[in-house]
């Protein structure tokens, strides 16, 4: 059994099913910090996702212990890992990775959702190819997109649309917000993966929402020159401030620079540089929170070597059942 994730409220091992020996992850999720509800929810999102994009879902078992998510393995890690350990970062495979991505927002459009937690660490590679496909995960915060708008303010506060942090404030002339705010967040992962820095991103978080809410950014950084006009394009009409002029999903993904015409081959040295920096930052803040949650779920590890919970174990039956 080998852990190689750990999260504020859960962890992932590897695991082998006992019926066919297939490899598997186990996703933990601590039940102090998640309601039947909740986990209910992400779980009937990602039974109906099936996309070749999308990290799959295979059971679930509800345990004393925490809820234990069975998930298709990646191996591959997370996107921004990957950029920094090629030996050649271009523009292309930039494309390629947004086209990808994009893939995976429409199928989940499509059917109606929108997931509202788009951010780097959820973008993860499905081997350790190096081209290896791109997997969207974690729908903790995926949702029905209703006709009078969403009005919850969830995601992670860096790559949230500006009118999501609007309703921060309890704004109640705003209508609500709906699949806007996908592209939105693909604006600002491609803003990062072309420069290595986020237009927004700073240590006050009221402040960085302000700016986010008025929606005012500039290029930052010196590596704009190598990019060329067409990308810059793609991401202006991405990281739009009003919704109605921002471009949905399949005017993203028939964009010139996405269709490959209009990008360029200079190597991204000085991006991937400042992506390591920006990852090793992320991954500082991430081990703080993961240290908090790991005295919480190690009894949760130790039932699953004991074999105390199996991945072949009946999954219906009252244990299964959401709590009241």
């Given amino acids: 059994m080998h852990c190689f994730f750990r999260g504020a409220f859960s962890i992932v091992v590897e695991a082998s099913r006992k019926s066919n020996n297939q490899t598997v992850a186990i996703k933990i999720v601590d039940k102090k910090n998640t309601t039947p509800k909740q986990m209910y929810d992400e779980l009937v999102v990602m039974n109906d996702l099936q996309h070749e994009n999308i990290v799959q879902f295979v059971e679930v078992f509800n345990r004393s212990t925490g809820y234990y998510v069975i998930l298709e393995r990646i191996y591959g890690g997370e996107l921004f890992d990957r950029i920094i350990a090629l030996s050649s970062y271009t523009e292309s495979e930039a494309a390629r990775v947004m086209t990808q991505s994009l893939m995976a927002i429409k199928h989940i459009h499509l059917l109606g959702y929108v997931h509202r937690d788009l951010k780097p660490e959820n973008l993860l590679l499905s081997s350790n190819d190096e081209h290896g496909n791109i997997k969207l995960a974690d729908f903790g915060f995926a949702t029905k997109v209703r006709d009078k708008g969403l009005r919850s303010v969830v995601g992670t506060p860096p790559y949230m649309a500006p009118e999501l942090v609007i309703l921060r404030s309890g704004d109640k002339k705003l209508a609500g917000y709906g699949k806007e705010v ?17 237009p927004f991103q700073i240590d006050d978080e009221e402040e960085m929402l302000n700016n986010i809410e008025t ?55 000085g991006a991937q540089d400042k992506i390591r920096k920006f990852q090793a930052r992320k991954k500082l803040k991430g081990a703080i929170y993961s240290v908090m949650a790991t005295n919480r779920l190690r009894r949760s590890l130790l039932a699953l070597k004991n074999g105390e919970i199996g991945a072949d174990n009946d999954a219906t039956g009252d244990e299964n059942k959401d709590e009241e």
């Fill in 215 to 269: 929606g005012r950014w500039e290029w930052l950084g010196d590596q704009w020159d190598l990019v060329s006009d067409g990308a810059k394009d793609l991401i202006k009409g991405l990281v739009e401030p009003d919704p109605r002029n921002r471009l949905n999903v399949e005017q993203a993904l028939t964009h010139p620079w996405i269709a490959g015409s209009s990008g360029r081959n200079e190597n991204l040295t």
């Fill in 182 to 198: 996908d592209l939105w967040s693909i604006g600002i992962i491609l803003y990062i993966l072309l420069s290595g820095i986020h």
